[in-house]
T-cell receptor, first 112, second 115 residues
Framework: GENVEQHPSTLSVQEGDSAVIKCTYS??????FPWYKQELGKRPQLIID?????GEKKDQRIAVTLNKTAKHFSLHITETQPEDSAVYFC???????????FGKGTRLHILP | GAVVSQHPSWVICKSGTSVKIECRSL??????MFWYRQFPKQSLMLMAT?????????EQGVEKDKFLINHASLTLSTLTVTSAHPEDSSFYIC???????????FGPGTRLLVL
């Protein structure tokens, strides 16, 4: 089955600086890669996603890159703000069965 | 946008009792729904795939006789935690995907506390 690895588990970034979270996946049948932000006690919220036929996608301060050959994908947040503090999960979804497998999460702290 | 609801949002029960959690897709039909469990400070772990009109598919290590799943209609899946024990205390979240869309939408979650 799919295995998604995510690093780092914790990340502290000065406000205004950039944050990068990296993930790898194992199943070549995965073709959709969503990123979620989860605040304490709440449901995961989709912040950006990328499909396997695309290498990069950007939405304002958030960007995601995908290297299908290496099975790597990354989340980049620029000009970080205090409200970016949360837990971020990468995930991989397979075209075979629609299952979403999550990485272990990254706790992002934005320092004032 | 697609909306998924869950009920109840939280429940406290005594050890040995059963608890039913409902997951509804409010504005779309879902032939497949997914159930996840999240322990504190951990990731979401997929428990099972709920299939409308047929048996659920459980992930390795998840006891199907303990976590009963019923997907009786295209908008409702239920998860029943049978004979709940304190170690079943967790945050249970469902998700569903409208047809033709890759994005899955998550319910707000149900926090279960077993005393």
């Amino acid at each position: 089955g799919e295995n998604v690895e995510q690093h780092p588990s914790t990340l502290s970034v000065q406000e205004g600086d950039s944050a990068v979270i990296k993930c790898t996946y194992s199943d070549s049948a995965s073709n959709y890669f969503p990123w979620y932000k989860q605040e304490l006690g709440k449901r995961p919220q989709l912040i950006i996603d990328i499909r396997s036929n695309v290498g990069e996608k950007k939405d304002q301060r958030i960007a995601v890159t995908l290297n299908k050959t290496a099975k790597h994908f990354s989340l980049h947040i620029t000009e970080t703000q205090p409200e970016d503090s949360a837990v971020y999960f990468c995930a991989a979804q397979s075209y075979r069965d629609d299952k979403i497998i999550f990485g272990k999460g990254t706790r992002l702290h934005i320092l004032p | 946008g697609a909306v998924v609801s869950q009920h109840p949002s939280w429940v406290i029960c005594k050890s040995g009792t059963s608890v039913k959690i409902e997951c509804r897709s409010l504005d779309f039909q879902a032939t497949t729904m997914f159930w996840y469990r999240q322990f504190p400070k951990q990731s979401l772990m997929l428990m099972a795939t709920s299939n409308e009109g047929s048996k659920a598919t459980y992930e390795q290590g998840v006891e199907k006789d303990k976590f009963l799943i019923n997907h009786a209609s295209l908008t409702l899946s239920t998860l029943t935690v049978t004979s709940a024990h304190p170690e079943d205390s967790s945050f249970y979240i469902c998700s569903a995907r409208p047809s033709g869309v890759e994005t899955q939408y998550f319910g707000p979650g149900t926090r279960l506390l077993v005393l």
